[in-house]
């Protein structure tokens, strides 16, 4: 059963471009979360999502950040036009519909904004 | 609001010294409590967990136990290796699908 993917591992933006981080949940999971690490930072939650659906979006910021979980497909997080103070490793975690009170991280998508 | 304080970092040990990571936590009602560990360049893994007071988690040779009356839940391991450097998060959340809650985190290193 492969883990949490997320791509890609690094990617690099100029201020002003668009950032897309794909994950991929734990087979089965329907239930996705997105972190972000700022440096010498722990983690902090953005939103929350399932299938199809934003259920907390509470920690995301309400300008050019988004975040979508397709019937099919990875759950994406969008950043527009983004500038240097979003540098950070963005993880996912996923859980199933059926809570074991555990979610399972991905290995992080590390943005650095030039 | 909910939060979790760790001790700062970074914390250098010799191979086999005693660790302890005090971790306290505010929080309403009955949350899980959980320590999280970070290899240098990876994601985040479960190190172990408890979800009531007076449980005690473990998981590879490290233990911690949830203390309801000083709202506690430090980690401990008797005899460090220097494999087990790394970044350790405590964390909490109230029940199953809701967002984990996270302390700064503290650095270990375990020098030979």
């Known amino acids: 059963n492969a883990g949490v993917m997320q791509n890609p591992r690094h990617l690099v933006r100029r201020r002003g471009q668009e950032a897309r981080l794909r994950c991929s949940p734990m087979k089965g999971h329907s239930h996705v979360y997105w972190y972000r690490q700022l440096p010498e930072e722990g983690l902090k939650f953005m939103v929350y999502?399932?299938?199809?659906?934003?259920?907390?979006e509470s920690g995301m910021p309400k300008e050019r950040f988004s975040a979508e979980f397709p019937k099919e497909g990875p759950s994406i997080l969008r950043i527009q036009q983004v500038v240097r103070g979003d540098s950070a490793a963005y993880f996912c975690a996923s859980e199933g519909a059926v809570s074991t009170d555990t979610q399972y991280f991905g290995p992080g998508t590390r943005l650095t904004v030039l | 609001g909910n939060s979790v304080t760790q001790m700062e970092g970074p914390v250098t040990l010799s191979e086999e010294a005693f660790l302890t990571i005090n971790c306290t936590y505010t929080a309403t009602g009955y949350p899980s409590l959980f320590w999280y560990v970070q290899y240098p360049g990876e994601g985040l893994q479960l190190l172990l967990k408890?979800?009531?007071?007076?449980d005690k988690g473990s998981n590879k040779g490290f233990e911690a136990t949830y203390r309801k009356e000083t709202t506690s839940f430090h980690l401990e391991k008797g005899s460090v290796q220097v494999s087990d450097s790394a970044v350790y998060f405590c964390?909490?959340?109230?029940?199953?699908?809701?967002?984990?809650?996270f302390g700064k985190g503290t650095r270990l290193s375990v020098i030979a």
């Open positions: 964390a909490l959340r109230h029940s199953g699908n809701t967002p984990l809650v």
């Open positions: 999502l399932q299938k199809e659906n934003i259920i907390d």
């Open positions: 408890a979800t009531k007071a007076d």
